[in-house]
């Protein structure tokens, strides 16, 4: 199959680069965070080589989500999303237990999480329901859409996996805003929600009240689980303006950071290259984000404007909760930072999202 | 038109770009600000708390302050004890490294995890968690060859009391044993696996004992190593206590009470230093250091004669005749005794229909009987007669003037005061009226009284120091205390002092194998009924009376030889007959204390 040469030319070459410069300052950090480690001479895997490795996997995934046209998407869009409503029964039939939580499905070679592909599913048909519809979104259509994604996240949650769960009905929830509802929903919503949070209290987990507590109050247990905000705070905050210079994080290299090589990662990050440095890399991802924004305004037709918004809202989330968690703005919640936190399926996800946002870009002076 | 309208609706919807383009700004500004507040604003704070975090202080054990005796001789010291620590974050297994950790030193898995997870919240990820307090050398050499496939595991040295006489001076020193958290939130100090005074001395002087840490600050390098340490503050060390005990006398006294149950103090009557204060039987004090097992500690608890009763301060005791000097002394301060006075002991008294004997009942009692008779011989009708003549209100008040009733204030814990009754008193625990019959009892030291070892030899000691009541005290630079005077005029307090001395000289005084060559020696003997003997015990020949319904036996006696005088009680517990159950004991300490000569016990 012949590439038409125009597809090469509109493709948002901005977007390629970006999401390379952000992956190899991640795998740079990790480096960082994992390097004490060799020279200790003690074997444990070196996470930037296997980061490595998952990343050259996702370009390979990228690029298969570029080529085939995105409309194909639009057809396959329920059938894919009834097979991922599907597996998530299996899992609950037959998933494998690891740690409390019925998560994973064992295909022989790897443990697969239904969950991650649950998120992209509903972002796919999120864009073709969304896409369809003429005016904003009054409460019945509201509903309908909700209740749509309310099927995944509830088996999700019940896995239980809260993270995942609100990661995919925030995702929903993010493409509806950006389709608009009607005054009177906005309105609703801007009372009902806030009003309606506390009483989410009595659904957490004690270990998640905790960690709530924990971040009105890390001061109270230092060496317990205010350990990490107070720690990550430590870290960051020494980096002043300049940073410690690469592989010199005192609060990283003597291993007073916690899981700094997943979910603290920008820490070690921050204590090593200081306020030039963050600066840079916040401006980085508020680009990404925006040349996604970029593309949803200039794709080819809705269901593609809002594919690219749905994977914005992916990565949006994750930047604002884990940045949000590691500057002691918002409890702690285990959700990494795109490119820069250790994490091989994460990674490939985060590739083919961006693929398909490229595949996007690269259509939109095609006609049908 | 339409072609307008459909490519409307082909258009992405403005106001959601919008937002979107709003979200991407809204979070730059919120990070940026951020951002700035923690590295720019705050910058300098966090950079000196992440040096902090890089430079480990670590604190330098202070020695706790020897303890010896009068003559310098050591009695608790401080000796190198390893413990086995566990550095969390170096350890890669922890579950598997407590499995070995059991398997090397026989150790309960449950315990050791019990342990970590108790300490674990307590203990920085780097710094050592200790497991087990004390390694025994085998333990050492074992855990020396495997440390290398152990990472993590690492051996500390920490200072432990040692006591050199445990038994002998279980219940002055007490002991030390690790802070348990109670303690830990009263002294601040105090870290996790520090000991503190649990018992005794070590208790009462354990702010001064203990000293002040001292402390040293490190780099640590990326593997954790230490480099360039540096001391902050040298440790200081505890307050080296010299006691007024006698280590000889101690040890002479613990060797005659050797079988018995029962307690023995000697008190210089002048200072109220104590030379001697032993209570059998005892314990060892380096058990509780090294940890206690369970069996340890049941045997401890279980054992009929208990151990870890401080016999001279927590036991109390009816006085039995050793009250006399008291009933006497209350007597003569009244203006109510007439020393000349005679009475006629024909063995036993009526009150109501009730008759109260005289210990010398059998023999048809003492005939005419005067003060000085009544307390030589010990004739128990004279203060019947003395008792009912002054009742209770005037003997309770002297008793208590003398110090009975109320703890002496002895620097050792848990003492007990004893009981001198009242008709309130009575009232108030019996729901009974006071009875002339009581009376009786009270005035030869049976009934309700009770007294402890210590209350006793304060008393005998006042009678010959002019009348002061002294605090007893332990550490040999103190000072006397006079607690305060007997409500005796000097004249009566002779009186009762030779009331002693003829109950040793006399031909029929009851303490005469007190007897020393050119040592003034008084001495009061004592039968301290334990129950109200049936006809069928009082026929049985001495060796036959089940050992708990013999009587206690007492020995309250002083000697002096120029300015030493010593005040010097013994108590037996059922020990029969005051005079041979408590009176060798008190003999041997005499001659220890002025002829130097070691009377070992007849077996």
């Known amino acids: 199959m012949a590439v038409d040469r125009r597809l090469i030319f509109h493709i948002n070459w901005q977007l390629i680069g970006l999401t390379c410069i952000l992956f190899l300052a991640g795998v740079l950090n990790l480096y960082s965070a994992s390097g004490y480690r060799l020279e200790d001479g003690m074997s444990v895997s070196p996470y930037y080589q296997k980061q490595l490795v998952w990343g ?26 009834w097979f991922t409503c599907l597996l998530l029964i299996a899992v609950f039939f037959a998933g494998k237990t690891i740690y409390g939580a019925k998560r994973w499905l064992d295909l022989g070679f790897m443990n697969f999480q239904p969950s991650e592909l649950a998120k992209i599913s509903m972002l796919i048909v999120g864009a073709r329901i969304l896409s369809k519809e003429k005016e904003p979104l009054n409460f019945t259509r509201l509903a309908y859409v909700v209740g749509v994604g309310l099927i995944p996240a509830a088996m999700v949650i019940r896995q239980p996996d809260l993270g995942s769960g609100l990661s995919i009905l925030l995702i929903l929830g993010g493409m509806i805003l950006y389709r608009g509802v009607t005054g009177r929903v906005f309105k609703t919503m801007l009372v009902a929600i806030p009003a309606l949070l506390p009483l989410s209290w009595f659904f957490l987990h004690d270990y998640q009240k905790q960690r709530i507590l924990t971040f009105l109050d890390p001061a109270k247990d230092p060496l317990g689980s205010g350990y990490h905000i107070l720690q990550s705070q430590i870290a960051i905050g020494s980096g002043q303006f300049w940073g410690k210079g690469f592989l010199e994080g005192t609060q990283s290299q003597l291993r007073f950071l916690p899981e700094k090589h997943t979910d603290f990662a920008i820490a070690v990050f921050g204590e090593e290259w200081g306020f030039a440095g963050t600066m840079i890399l916040l401006f980085l991802f508020c680009y990404f984000l925006y040349q996604m924004v970029v593309i949803a305004r200039d794709a080819k037709d809705l269901f593609g404007s809002y594919l690219a918004a749905g994977v914005f809202f992916y990565f949006f989330w994750q930047i604002l909760i884990n940045m949000g968690m590691v500057l002691g703005l918002m409890p702690v919640v285990g959700i990494p930072l795109p490119f820069v936190s250790y994490g091989g399926s994460a990674t490939l996800v985060n590739f083919c999202l961006i693929g398909m946002v490229l595949n996007v870009s690269m259509r939109r002076f095609l006609f049908k | 038109m339409t072609r307008l309208t459909s490519q409307s609706e082909q258009q992405p919807p403005r106001q959601g770009l919008i937002l979107l383009q709003l979200l991407v700004l809204g979070l730059f500004c919120l990070f940026a600000l951020r951002l700035w507040y923690l590295q720019i604003h705050r910058g300098e704070d966090f950079a000196l708390k992440a040096r902090e975090n890089q430079l480990r202080q670590e604190a330098i054990f202070a020695p706790r302050g020897l303890i010896r005796d009068r003559d310098g001789e050591l009695l608790a010291v401080n000796e190198p004890a390893y413990a086995l620590g566990l550095v969390r974050e170096d350890c890669r297994d922890i579950a598997g490294t407590l499995v070995q950790v059991s398997q090397w030193t026989g150790v309960p898995l449950e315990t050791l995890r019990e342990t970590y997870a108790k300490r674990r919240l307590r203990v920085k990820p780097f710094e050592p968690l200790i497991l087990i307090p004390d390694l025994t050398f085998e333990q050492m050499t074992v855990f020396e060859a495997n440390k290398l496939d152990w990472p993590g595991l690492e051996i500390r040295i920490h200072p432990r009391r040692k006591y050199i006489h445990g038994e002998l001076m279980a219940h002055v020193l007490g002991y030390v044993a690790e802070a348990n958290e109670a303690e830990m939130k009263k002294i601040p100090e105090l870290a996790l696996g520090d000991d503190v005074g649990k018992l005794g001395l070590e208790l009462m002087l354990e702010e001064r004992l203990r000293g002040d840490k001292g402390l040293m600050q490190y780099e640590v390098d990326v593997n954790g190593r230490r480099l360039d340490a540096r001391i902050l503050q040298q440790p200081r060390a505890g307050y080296e206590a010299v006691l007024s005990i006698d280590l000889g006398l101690q040890s002479l006294i613990m060797d005659w009470l050797k079988d ?218 103190r000072k006397a205390t006079v607690q305060r005077m007997l409500p005796s005029k000097p004249q009566d307090l002779q009186l009762l002092r030779e009331g002693y001395i003829n109950t040793v000289d006399a031909p029929r005084g009851t303490a005469r194998r007190l007897r020393t060559k050119g040592v003034v020696v008084g001495g009061k003997t004592g039968t301290a009924q334990v129950v109200r003997l049936t006809d069928e015990l009082r026929d049985l020949e001495d060796d036959e009376i089940p050992y708990k319904y013999r009587d206690h036996a007492w020995m309250a006696a002083f000697a002096e030889k120029g300015e030493r005088k010593y005040a010097i009680v013994a108590m037996i517990e059922h020990g029969l007959h005051g005079s041979s159950g408590a009176g060798p004991v008190v003999k041997a300490a005499i001659e220890y204390l002025f002829n130097g000569k070691i009377l070992k016990k007849k077996e």
Not at chain 1, 56 to 81: C, D, E, I, Q, S
Not at chain 2, 269 to 297: I, K
Not at chain 2, 301 to 318: E, F, G, L, V
Not at chain 2, 404 to 431: N, V
Request: proline share 6%.
């Open chain 2, 260 to 477: 018995e149950a029962g307690s023995v103090v000697v008190m210089d009557a002048d200072t109220g230093h104590l030379l001697a204060l032993v209570s059998s039987p005892s314990f060892d004090s380096n058990s509780f250091t090294a940890g206690l097992s369970p069996e340890q500690w049941a045997q401890l608890r279980d054992n009929p004669k208990h151990p870890m009763q401080n016999r001279p301060i927590q036991s109390a005791y009816p006085p039995g005749s050793v009250f006399k000097q008291v009933v006497a002394g209350a007597g003569l301060a009244n203006d109510m005794l007439d020393p000349e006075e005679t009475v006629n002991c024909t063995g036993a008294m009526k009150l109501g229909n009730h008759v109260f004997r005289c210990w010398r009942w059998r023999y048809g009692g003492h005939g005419k009987t005067d003060l000085e008779k009544a307390l030589t011989e010990s004739c128990d009708v004279y203060f019947y007669k003395l008792g009912k003549r002054l009742g209770v209100d005037r003997i309770s008040e002297y008793a208590k003037a003398c110090g009975f009733g109320e703890r002496t204030g002895i620097m050792l814990p848990h003492e007990r005061s004893g009981i001198i009754p009242t008709r309130e008193w009575k009232r108030r625990t019996r729901g009974e009226r006071w009875q002339g019959g009581d009376d009786l009892n009270l005035s030869i030291g049976q009934g309700f009284t009770l007294v402890t070892p210590l209350q006793v030899a304060r008393f005998v000691a006042s009678v010959i120091n002019g009348g002061r009541l002294l605090k007893p005290e332990l550490l040999k630079d």
């Open chain 1, 56 to 81: 050259l996997m996702g370009m390979v995934g990228m690029l298969f989500f570029m080529l085939p046209n995105y409309r194909h998407l639009k057809t396959m869009a329920w059938p894919l999303f």
